[in-house]
């Protein structure tokens, strides 16, 4: 298929599929070329972008998604596998969370400095003399 009805199937812009090609998301051998040099998508290149965009939605980067990819194609992505890459996910996520809820406390820390009339606590006035003069 062509990559304006694979855009429209997948959802993906042409732009975006064109790119990721270029990075090696999805492959297509000199053999999928039209008599006018077009690209023509073979069916398992939709079901991979199905897959991207399944991955992307549970977070994964472009290059956790490409090693997932990887694994699919040499056929290293058993049950086993998978549990333990979502695993990995699932603890970088709660890592995230952490840091996230450790912002989220010293900026309503900061907030109740500011509140309560001492910004100079949050935003020092060191150098703005210098700025003054």
Known sequence: ???GKLSQLSGFSRDTI????KIGLITLSVRNRTNGNYRDYPDSVLDTLHTIRNLKELGFTLE???EIIVRKQI???DRGTICRIIEQKIIHLEVQID???LYRHRLEEARAHVVAGDEDNI???TGVHA???
């Open 18 to 21: 064109r790119y990721y090609e």
């Open 131 to 133: 700025l003054a003069a």
């Open 75 to 77: 056929q290293m992505l």
């Open 64 to 66: 956790e998604i490409r």
């Open 99 to 101: 840091k996230l809820q």
């Open 123 to 125: 935003l020092p006035v």
């Open 1 to 3: 298929m062509l990559i």
